[in-house]
């Protein structure tokens, strides 16, 4: 669940060696990222990479630092500058394929699909091994790349071949609807006839999670076939049945708009939810609920880093 309380306790311990001892400075730097303190963060991890302790946590707290203060073309750089050290460390399939995550999440910021397309094609996706993409977190976190970059409203996002490799795998290492709250809703997005009923229904008959379930039904509610949601021409966001975004967000989503924390995973990771929630808001338009009427005081304070041009086509007033 990612709670970033214990996270923090029992980090602790760390405070007091995490100059002098390897993976210290990246573990303590990334809980006191998780609560809330960037700055501090940032200072402990860089410092700990000027000692020579360059080790995949560290970098990984960095990337986490930049992306949430709104710098995803220096996040973008420091990766690629640290990527020959990253494989030299021999990291386990999912922090290899993690990293490549941090540097999608930038080239959405930047609207840089072309960017994002060869990222999948090589280090993100393509060039993974076969055990490699089978680590769940690789796979189902390639499809909340891609959900996120839809929900963005980029142009011809999707990587179909990626997307049903994915799929695939998920389906033949009998994933867990419940293994992952953020990441069963992205794999839930994509799914398709009899996988994506019995998905839903594991997560529904599973879980004792409300927040889980709501924004489940919401999702199959606004995708109810799994496919590609077309773009609206005018702003180039995802064109929804207003309808459907209307029913999802009078009965599952307002009364989550300050609870999605309750899904866990870290900012980044849950990002795509919060961002579906205020897409579909958007999408409700003059309808039952539109957006306006949703407190979202709270989500912009979650959400909205600077210099991310998506804000200003869904919040009202965005600067």
Request: glycine letters at 6%; aromatic letters at 8%; hydrophobic letters at 35%.
């Amino acid at each position: 669940m990612a709670c970033s309380g214990k996270m923090l306790e029992a980090a602790t311990p760390l405070e007091h060696v995490h100059h002098n001892t390897p993976y210290a400075g990246g573990v303590w730097s990334f809980a006191k990222y998780m609560n809330g303190d960037v700055t501090e963060a940032e200072t402990v991890a860089r410092q700990a990479l000027a000692r020579g302790f360059q080790d995949p946590w560290t970098i990984h707290a960095i990337a986490h630092c930049l992306y949430s203060q709104g710098k995803p073309a220096e996040c973008i750089q420091f990766l690629n500058e640290y990527r020959p050290i990253i494989q030299q460390s021999k990291p386990s399939a999912f922090m290899k394929g993690h990293m490549e995550f941090h540097q999608a999440l930038c080239f959405i910021d930047l609207e840089n699909v072309e960017d994002l397309h060869t990222l999948i094609h090589g280090p993100l996706w393509n060039d993974l091994t076969t055990s490699e993409r089978e680590d769940y977190w690789n796979s189902s976190g390639l499809l909340g790349v891609q959900w996120k970059a839809e929900l963005r409203g980029l142009k011809n996002p999707w990587h179909r071949p990626s997307i049903q490799q994915a799929m695939d795998i998920l389906r033949s290492t009998n994933a867990s609807a419940t293994k992952s709250c953020v990441f069963s809703l992205c794999i839930l997005r994509f799914t398709t006839g009899t996988f994506r009923k019995k998905w839903k229904e594991e997560i529904l008959k599973n879980s004792d999670n409300g927040v889980l379930c709501d924004v489940a039904r919401a999702v199959d509610l606004v995708y109810p076939s799994g496919e590609r949601t077309t773009t609206n021409n005018a702003d180039d966001m995802p064109l929804f049945s207003v309808e459907s975004c209307s029913e999802a967000v009078e009965k599952y989503l307002a009364a989550n708009v300050d609870k999605l924390d309750q899904l866990g995973a870290s900012p980044e990771q849950r990002e795509v939810i919060e961002e579906f929630l205020v897409v579909v808001a958007k999408a409700a338009g003059n309808g039952q609920l539109p957006i306006e009427t949703i407190d979202m005081t709270g989500w912009t304070r979650r959400n909205h880093r600077p210099n991310v041009q998506f804000y200003k086509s869904v919040l009202p007033d965005a600067k």
